[in-house]
Structures are given as structure tokens and as C-alpha cells.
């Protein structure tokens, strides 16, 4: 199994920028295609931004296109959200998922590890 942990989240104010990562360990990930997902207080875990294996493909959300970019490095078994234009609604946890099935999934029942989460806080 592959063990996911978050880094990266902080205060920023609207309109700041910053990214976060997600290492692996345990297992490499190039064998799984990676998720954000993120939750605000009394709402669902919603989809962010996913990358297939390779990197080659990618699927933002609406809610955050333009202004975020899911990456990955193999290589340094990391994962990358860059996350610019920042707003206060952007404001949850933030979490990393990977699935093994390969394709980029959006619902967070489809991925099969997840990392504890990072908080992101943005003022206004």
C-alpha cells in the first residue's frame, strides 16, 4: 500500500498563491493515476484536480480551472497543486488521493488511499 502525506498549507490572503505537495512513500506512485480532494467545515469532500500516471492528462474542477494546476514528479514520488488566485471559498483541507485503477477519477470513493489533509485558510 502507499502511505500519502500532505504538505504546503498556511494562511494566504485573497488573491496570494501556494503549493502543495503530496509525497509518497512505501510504494512508488507512478503505478497510480492522483487526486486532490478538499472539504470545508459542514460540506462534502469534493473533487479538485486529477493526473493520470504519466502526467500526460489532467481534469480540474470547474470550480477552481485557470487558477489551480495539478502536477506531478515520478520521479521524486510527489505530487504538486499549484494553487494561484487564491479566494476565501478556496478555504478547507486539503487532501491527496491515489488510485490504482490508472484512469483520473472524480468521485472519492474510487481512490483507494488518502493522506491526513493540509489545511488551507485564505482571508479576505
Known amino acids: 500500500q502507499v502511505q500519502l502525506v500532505e504538505s504546503g498549507g498556511g494562511l494566504v490572503q485573497a488573491g496570494g498563491s501556494l503549493r502543495l505537495s503530496c509525497q509518497a512513500s512505501?510504494?512508488?506512485?507512478?503505478?497510480?493515476?492522483m487526486g486532490w480532494f478538499r472539504q470545508a467545515p459542514g460540506k462534502e469532500r469534493e473533487f479538485v484536480a486529477g493526473?493520470?500516471?504519466?502526467?500526460?492528462?489532467?481534469y480540474h474542477a470547474d470550480s477552481v480551472k485557470g487558477r489551480f494546476t495539478i502536477s506531478r514528479d515520478n520521479a521524486k514520488n510527489t505530487v504538486y497543486l499549484q494553487m494561484n488566485s487564491l479566494k476565501p471559498e478556496d478555504t478547507a483541507v486539503y487532501y491527496c488521493?491515489?488510485?490504482?485503477?490508472?484512469?483520473?477519477?472524480?468521485?472519492?470513493?474510487?481512490?483507494?488511499?488518502w493522506g491526513q489533509g493540509t489545511q488551507v485558510t485564505v482571508s479576505s
Open positions: 512505501r510504494r512508488t506512485i507512478s503505478s497510480y493515476s
Open positions: 493526473i493520470s500516471r504519466s502526467g500526460a492528462n489532467t
Open positions: 488521493a491515489a488510485d490504482y485503477s490508472g484512469g483520473i477519477r472524480i468521485r472519492k470513493d474510487e481512490y483507494d488511499y
